[in-house]
């Protein structure tokens, strides 16, 4: 599992080598698997408070694109390896 605290208003990377879940913590970040996208691409997901997380499944070798879905923020999201 590995935690990513980094998210910022801009658009940031990593590619998956196996199929993992990202999970938001915290805040709110959107995620978007678009080779160039603009400001308003992808999905938000959010941490709701206690026990209620947005996630979503991504597929091995898919390059996924991240940033804060709202200014002025913070986010915190996991990245877990599933089978």
């Known amino acids: 599992?590995?935690?990513v605290t980094d998210a910022s208003d801009d658009w940031q990377s990593f590619t998956?080598?196996?199929n993992?879940?990202?999970q938001v913590q915290v805040?709110?970040?959107r995620v978007s698997v678009e080779d160039t996208?603009?400001?308003k691409d992808g999905l938000i997901?959010?941490?709701f408070g206690a026990r209620r997380e947005d996630a979503i499944?991504?597929?091995g070798g898919t390059t996924v694109k991240y940033k804060l879905a709202g200014e002025g923020?913070?986010?915190e999201f996991v990245r877990e390896e599933i089978g």
Do not use: D, F, H, Y
């Open 1 to 3: 599992m590995a935690r």
């Open 20 to 22: 993992e879940t990202l």
């Open 73 to 75: 923020e913070t986010a």
């Open 37 to 39: 996208p603009v400001s």
């Open 27 to 29: 805040g709110a970040i």
């Open 16 to 18: 998956t080598t196996n």
């Open 57 to 59: 499944k991504i597929l």
């Open 45 to 47: 997901l959010r941490a």
